[in-house]
């Protein structure tokens, strides 16, 4: 199985378990869920069962569940009056609206800690293993890297370069460094076997001269730690990660950021990684390549991402819910939702227009962790 179908695989169930988390809850706290989709648009298929028409739609951005008395606008039926959204206490609706929130981070904790304690912990300080801990698939011109073509997988130890052995990641370098535009052999120990691989080695300019070049990351020596620990740092990373986000987040919204992503629509492709958004297509790429670490790894930050932007306090987003239910519950008085139905219309927009951007430059111009 690829590292794309991985992380296909992993986006499809991080929303799936976003909407199963506001399921269980609304239907535990007598709340009445008529529909239960993956995706959205068009109807690709459904199924009924008792109450609620479980299905998939078109468009895989993300899910939702229809609970009774939550779009503000809706008549109710008599027959309903006890089991709607707008019927239960102020902890119920919580509950509710932040169960698929809570849900990413408790899935980006049990994977930080899944991996501290499978794989331990990589020593940065260290000199790095001649091991693959990633291959780069492109080149900044878009040309297949030397290290994807010769073959090359996460996990691999290069044992010697043109007949010339490495026994550390600095040897190694210096066998690549010497041979640029040169075509050589790359012996790698895979699973304890030993295969010959071929590739034409590429150029960069390393202050002022030009070196040989690969396009692979090395793997670090490994402390293993206890599970108290990694309970502990797990948390930690957590917190790192969901700050960075929404640093992310500050920056991608900024006029000037919006500006340059609009000229995607009109050629301008060459946006930094750093206010970049990032379609299922992009996180697809991005898991090629990676091996089973950095893929976890890239699983808890993507439910780390899906956690932030989804908790943000902008209706009609789980965490603009929050805020309207934490605001009735402050002042005592009913929202008034016909006026932030215009907020809701332009939140929408965004989401829209981030998605459509996110997918152009992940067709055209795709993203590498490289």
């Given at each position: ?16 378990l976003h ?21 959205f648009?068009?109807?690709i ?10 299905g998939v ?6 899910g939702?569940?229809?609970?009774v ?5 809706e ?8 089991r ?32 501290l304690v499978?794989?331990?912990i ?6 790095p293993?001649?091991t ?9 011109d ?8 010769a073959?090359?997988e ?5 044992v ?8 550390t990641w600095?040897?190694?370098?210096a ?20 295969m010959?691989?071929?590739t ?30 990694a ?7 957590v917190?790192?990660?969901t700050?960075e ?5 500050g ?18 492709t060459?946006?930094p ?10 996180i697809?790429?991005?898991?090629e390549?990676?091996?089973a670490?950095?893929?976890l ?5 993507l ?13 009609p987003l789980d965490?603009?819910?929050f ?5 009735e ?8 939702m ?10 929408m927009?965004?989401?829209?227009f981030?998605?459509?951007v996110?997918?152009?430059l ?7 962790l490289?």
């Open positions: 199985m690829t590292g794309g179908l991985i992380m296909l695989i992993a986006v499809v169930v991080s929303l799936m909407e199963l988390g506001h399921f269980v809850t609304a239907r535990a706290t007598g709340m009445k869920v008529t529909e239960f989709f993956l995706g648009g068009p109807k298929w459904s199924t009924t069962r008792g109450e609620t028409e479980f739609k078109a468009i895989p951005i993300g939702y569940n229809r609970i008395g939550m779009d503000p606008l008549e109710i039926d008599p027959e309903d009056v006890g709607t959204y707008r019927d239960k206490k102020f902890w119920q609706k919580s509950v509710v609206i932040m169960s698929g929130v809570l849900i990413h981070f408790l899935l980006a904790y049990l994977v930080f800690f899944g991996i499978g794989f331990g990589e020593d940065a300080e260290a000199e293993l001649t693959v801990a990633g291959v780069q698939q492109t080149l900044d878009g040309s297949p890297a030397p290290a994807a073509l073959g090359l996460p996990g691999d130890r290069i010697s370069v043109d007949g010339q052995t490495v026994g600095s040897e190694l370098v066998a690549i460094a010497a041979r640029p535009d040169e075509q050589v052999q790359i012996v790698v120990e895979r699973d304890g076997s030993r010959t691989l071929e034409t080695l590429a150029s960069v300019d390393d202050q002022g001269a030009t070196v040989g070049y690969l396009g692979i990351n090395p793997a670090y020596p490994v402390t293993h730690i206890s599970l108290t620990e309970a502990s740092l797990s948390g930690r990373t917190g790192i990660a700050r986000t929404l640093s992310s987040f920056n991608l919204i900024r006029p000037s950021s919006l500006a340059r992503l609009a000229g995607a629509f009109v050629g301008n060459d946006v990684d750093n206010i970049r958004p990032v379609s299922p297509v992009g697809v790429h991005l898991g390549g990676l091996d670490q950095a893929l790894a890239l699983v808890a930050l439910n780390i991402v899906l956690g932030v932007f989804n908790g943000l306090p902008l209706f965490g603009g819910h805020a309207i239910a934490l605001y519950r402050v002042s005592g008085r009913k929202a008034n016909r006026a932030l139905m215009p907020i809701a219309a332009a939140v927009m965004l989401v829209i981030l998605f459509s996110a997918l152009l992940d067709i055209v111009n795709p993203i590498s490289s």
